[in-house]
Every structure is written in structure tokens, then in C-alpha cells.
């Protein structure tokens, strides 16, 4: 009886499409939390390029990672609700200008697309930790992409095993900063005796509104930005990001078009998109989940961060555990595949995921 976690951070809106309570939902995903518990739930989870969507609203974690995404039960509902949302916005600094936009369609109209897709796995994402169906499920998708005629073959990303590492210095170094506002004084909860018990202005009001793990990274965010630490942590932080980057860039036939090019910049080696799990494990009990440490719960993310890191879109579909398709064994019967693509190709997402409902889990 022991209920399964949806994940999170944007859990509550997985479960709200996956029961009918709406017919699509909103999250910010920072570092996967909107493909994380798509993956649990067994829903669609999509991480559009950062700047597609406007964050105006958005009560902000980490600047330069969060995203606006969208998740529903299919690709097709939630490409139609990228399609109303995507658009630049003048009151959000970090949205993408429109002459940036017009450049990027420019780019992609002379793409010469082929009916194949050129398909990478990354060789860094077939990690230990990888649970039996999680692995089996991924490689059943790739066979049955390659029996459709789409070319399959491994690719290398070697900064990834650096990616969680970093992102772990970032994220709460930028949450640290934006959270600050939180004191009871400017913004938000007070509690009512921080003026009479003799301690800091704000000390027990930060500490009563804000909860144990936005406590920790606050934390976490202010060492890493302090003068003894920031060369360290998050200037090297910052040095492995664009690495993550980069390892991308050289990987994809599609030049990034926010990198200025030398030459010619289509390259035909290079893939149209990568494939690999959305998350290690199917999802957890909520028991278990109760009793991972801190750093048990940030390894979940291994999968998503680095798309994250380099600002990539990057879509999550379900697709059936082919041993209990036809059964109806207590438990997850879904597992999340993660599809990424280069920046701006937000489009060619949906067109793989679409292939994959459509000659795969159909």
C-alpha cells in the first residue's frame, strides 16, 4: 500500500494531468523537474530551449537554468501548448529577442531534413546505477528506431560526469541570492517576535518559512559564493558548464545558433538528436524516499542535468516495460526516454516523440 513518489519539484502538476484533473499543466524545470516526474507518472514532461518561454511570474530558484515546461499525456497536446506559450516577452530580461528567434528559424529552414534521423547515444548516460528495466527499455527503443530505418550510433559527451557536480554549485549559489528576499522585512512571511528575541532581524523568520532542504541550499549557495570559496566551486562550476556545452555542440549535425560559426557551419557527421533515459531508477516508494540522504535525492538527476546546463530542449515520453505490457503486475509499468535535441530544435522533439507513441508504445 505504500504509495510511489512523483517526483519533483513539478510533481503536483504530473499527477494533475495523469488523473484528468486538467488537460495540460505548467512546471519549471530547473535541473528536470518537469521531465523527472513526467518519468515517474508516465506522462509527456517537455523542457523547451531556455528563453523560448517567458518566466514573467516565475518565482525564481536559479536564473540562468529555470524553464518554463509543459507536460500532458501526449507530445501532440503538449506541442500545441508550446506553440501558445512560446513567443518573446519583453518584461522577462532572460526571453529570447525576437530577431534571435527570426535567426533561428532562418537556420532551420535550410536544414536539408531526411526522412532518417541520425540518432546519438551518449556512451557517459549507461551508468551503474541504471535499474534492469530502465536499461532494457532504452535499448528496446533504439532497436525498434533502427528497424525503422533511423540510423543509430554512439556518441561521447565526457563532461557529463562533471555536469551534476556543477550544477549543484550553480543552482544553489543563484538560489541563495534570489531567495534573500525572504526576510519578512521586503518580502514575504515575518514571523512576529523577530524583533524582540535579541537575534538577527530575519534569523527566525527565515527559519520558520523557509523548509530543511531550501535552508540546506541556501546554504550550500552562500559558501560557494563567499571569497574563501568562489574560485573553487562556482568559477570552476561555471568552466565545466561550458564544457557541457560544448561536448553538445560537437555532437550535433545542427551548429548552435546562439555560437557565432567559422566556415561551414552545417556539419554532416553530426547527430539530429540524442536518446537516453529520463532517470536512473523507475520511481521510488515514498517510504524509501523518506529515507534517501540529501545526496541519494540529487542523483536522481543525472540524466537531465546536463541538458540543463547547456540550456537545450529536451522532451521525456513514457514508453511501456515490454515485460509487463500485457500484465497487470502491481507497480510502474512505464519508463521515461529522453530525447534531446540543439538549441532552438524544440520541434524536432516532438516530431521523434511522436514517432515513438505512434510505432512504438501504440
Known amino acids: 500500500d505504500d504509495p510511489l513518489s512523483a517526483g519533483g519539484s513539478s510533481g503536483g502538476s504530473a499527477i494533475a494531468v495523469l488523473t484528468g484533473q486538467c488537460y495540460a499543466a505548467l512546471g519549471t524545470d530547473t535541473g528536470g523537474s518537469v521531465r523527472l516526474p513526467a518519468a515517474y507518472t508516465g506522462i509527456v514532461g517537455f523542457k523547451p530551449s531556455y528563453g523560448m518561454v517567458s518566466r514573467w511570474g516565475v518565482i525564481a530558484y536559479a536564473n540562468s537554468l529555470d524553464t518554463v515546461g509543459v507536460l500532458a499525456r501526449n507530445s501532440t497536446t503538449a506541442k500545441g501548448i508550446f506553440d501558445i506559450i512560446n513567443g518573446h516577452d519583453q518584461r522577462d530580461p532572460t526571453s529570447l529577442a525576437s530577431s534571435t528567434r527570426s535567426r533561428i528559424l532562418e537556420q532551420l529552414s535550410r536544414r536539408r531534413r531526411q526522412r532518417t534521423l541520425q540518432i546519438g547515444v551518449p556512451q557517459e548516460y549507461n551508468i551503474e546505477e541504471l535499474e534492469p528495466d530502465v536499461r532494457k527499455t532504452w535499448l528496446t527503443t533504439l532497436e525498434r528506431l533502427q528497424e525503422l530505418g533511423h540510423s543509430v550510433r554512439r556518441v561521447s559527451l565526457p563532461a557529463t560526469k562533471l555536469a551534476l557536480s556543477a550544477y549543484y554549485v550553480i543552482a544553489p549559489a543563484e ?174 522533439l516532438f516530431d521523434v516523440a511522436q514517432i515513438i507513441e505512434q510505432e512504438i508504445v501504440a
Open 175 to 348: 538560489a541563495s541570492s534570489n531567495l534573500a528576499k525572504y526576510d519578512g522585512v521586503r518580502y514575504g512571511y515575518q514571523q512576529s517576535n523577530d524583533m524582540n528575541d535579541g537575534s538577527v532581524l530575519y534569523a527566525g523568520t527565515r527559519e520558520q518559512g523557509l523548509g530543511e532542504e531550501v535552508r540546506r541550499r541556501i546554504l550550500l549557495g552562500a559558501y560557494s559564493l563567499s571569497a574563501a570559496a568562489i574560485d573553487n566551486y562556482f568559477i570552476q562550476a561555471q568552466k565545466v558548464r561550458r564544457l557541457v556545452q560544448q561536448d553538445f555542440d560537437r555532437v550535433f549535425a545542427l551548429p548552435n545558433p546562439l555560437v557565432e560559426q567559422t566556415g561551414n557551419a552545417q556539419k554532416t557527421a553530426g547527430v539530429d538528436v540524442l536518446i537516453s533515459p529520463t532517470a536512473p531508477t523507475l520511481p521510488p516508494r515514498l517510504a524509501a524516499v523518506a529515507g534517501h540522504s540529501s545526496v541519494e535525492s540529487y542523483s536522481d538527476d543525472v540524466l537531465t542535468v546536463p541538458a540543463s546546463l547547456a540550456g537545450l530542449p529536451a522532451l521525456s515520453v513514457p514508453v511501456p516495460i515490454e515485460q509487463r505490457r500485457a500484465t497487470v503486475e502491481p507497480g510502474p509499468n512505464h519508463v521515461g526516454i529522453q530525447i534531446i535535441a540543439q538549441y532552438g530544435d524544440d520541434d524536432l
